[in-house]
């Protein structure tokens, strides 16, 4: 499954970004999808995730209140909202499928096993 980010851009502090992730042809038995970030010379950090079946969600406590992330079944795409946005928010930021027929979103990046290309945002102080 190729993932398709999109929607990262340059933006100012206290504004808004929404990130896209399409996964078409995903396997039906991978319920998670998450959002990642990683900043330069930094590790790769959780941001938020969702399964497919329920929309159960996780988030970073770095994140709560100001990211939402949703899904769309029918097109296979899962949606970051990313509002109240900071300079420290600034990264590529990754989708990634959980292949595992889980219940319930992991944090662990381990986990994810099909990543996709990053979509940069920048947020301007």
């Known amino acids: 499954v190729q993932l398709q980010a999109s929607g990262g851009g340059l933006v100012q502090a206290g504004g808004s970004l929404r990130l896209s992730c399409a996964a078409p042809g995903r396997p039906l038995s991978s319920n998670v999808m998450g959002w990642f970030r990683q900043a330069p010379r930094t590790e790769r950090e959780f941001v938020a995730a969702i399964t497919w079946r329920g929309g159960i969600t996780a988030y970073a406590d770095s994140v709560k209140g100001r990211f939402r992330i949703s899904r769309d079944n029918a097109k296979n795409t899962v949606f970051l909202q990313m509002n109240s946005l900071k300079p420290e928010d600034t990264a590529a930021y990754y989708c990634?499928?959980?292949?595992?027929?889980?219940?319930?979103?992991?944090?662990?990046?381990?986990?994810?096993?099909?990543w996709g290309q990053g979509t940069l945002v920048t947020v301007s102080s």
């Open positions: 990634a499928t959980d292949p595992r027929n889980t219940v319930l979103p992991t944090r662990d990046p381990q986990a994810y096993d099909n």
